[in-house]
């Protein structure tokens, strides 16, 4: 498993993490989008990973209020998997909130993920009270106490993140990543800034629904009726985004084209595109079932060759613009 430095951290990380959304136990409104998946496929999920070589987590105190970290430390703790060596990501929940709870919530996420330190904790979105200033000096006040290692922010456009970067470079931290929506059907951080930024400013983006919530696995191409059967919200959002499934039908039928030649899925063609055609792109997809966990990190045993993600490349952006 090739590793790669997350920001300037000096930690390793699979290219490919685990997403933890769907260990919600389908608490809260978040986590009302998932079934609620029993402790022993959370465990399989995780066990699965581990023999994957997939080493760290990115979970939220939105998931669940919770649950998510708490279904993760467990399994994680059952497998009696090495906390030095595994990671974990989590976030704060900004909203209706100030800078002051990220001190006042740090002592409940470090209870429920019991034993597994935070390597990276994340602001979720730049909504909250305080200014985001306040918020990057109150996590740089729990690094400063041991309380987590790194920090992150997620969902923060490119002024949003460049603020946060000079706010901890005060303080002698470096911003680690900025979590964002980004799959081979959703590349608007290339365009709006956010992107170039992070490169040049050697920030990570972790990219969450790296799939674009399955479109880019072909499945609702091959059966149309699935649309249907997704969450309400999940809905709204492809609705909005004005992604059709015909629209996006070239770039899924590019992607089986190049999965056949590699005896592999769309999805895995997906995902290795998503962290190989830029160099500082780490991906988290979810799974709900051991086989979706395999399947995923699968992704990382292709190998693209440069015309293959060119391709890929501009076929997408032809969709897109």
């Known amino acids: ?46 066990q699965q990973s581990l023999n994957s070589h997939i080493n760290w987590y990115d979970t939220a105190e939105l998931y669940g209020w919770g649950k998510s970290e708490i279904s993760l430390s467990n399994a994680l703790n059952k497998l009696n998997a090495d906390a030095k060596s595994n990671f974990i990501a989590t976030k704060w929940w900004p909203l209706f909130r100030s800078s002051s709870s990220i001190k006042n919530t740090i002592h409940k996420r470090l209870k429920f993920l019991n034993g597994y330190p935070i390597t990276l904790h994340q602001v979720h979105m730049p909504l909250g009270f305080s200014s985001i200033e306040k918020e990057m000096n109150a996590m ?28 901890l470079e005060k303080r002698g931290i470096h911003l680690t990543s900025n979590q964002m929506e980004y799959s081979i059907l959703n590349r608007n951080i290339e ?33 149309p009726e699935l649309v249907n059967k997704l969450h309400l919200w999940r809905r709204m959002k492809l609705n909005k985004r004005g992604l059709s499934l015909s629209k996006s039908l070239p770039i899924i039928n590019e992607l089986k084209k190049i999965a056949k030649k590699h005896n592999s899925t769309p999805a895995q063609v997906a995902l290795n595109w998503l962290v190989n055609f830029h160099q500082n792109i780490f991906a988290i997809p979810g799974a709900t079932s051991k086989k979706q966990c395999e399947d995923n ?7 693209l060759s440069f015309d293959e993600l060119e391709k890929l490349d501009y076929i997408s952006k032809k969709i897109i613009l």
């Open 1 to 46: 498993m090739l590793l790669r430095e997350i920001g300037k951290s000096g930690i390793k990380l699979s290219k490919i993490g685990l997403g933890c959304w769907q260990f919600s136990k389908n608490t809260g409104f978040a986590g009302s989008f998932w079934p609620k998946l029993s402790d022993d496929t959370t465990l399989e999920i995780v």
């Open 140 to 167: 740089a006040d729990l690094v400063e106490d041991g309380k987590i290692k790194h920090i992150g922010v997620s969902n923060f456009n490119q002024h949003q993140m460049t603020r946060a970067y000079n706010a």
């Open 191 to 223: 365009f709006n800034g956010v992107l170039e930024t992070a490169k040049k400013l050697n920030i990570s983006i972790i990219a969450y629904s790296p799939l674009s919530q399955g479109i880019a696995t072909g499945k609702f191409h091959d059966n």
């Open 297 to 303: 990190i699968g992704a990382l045993d292709i190998n």
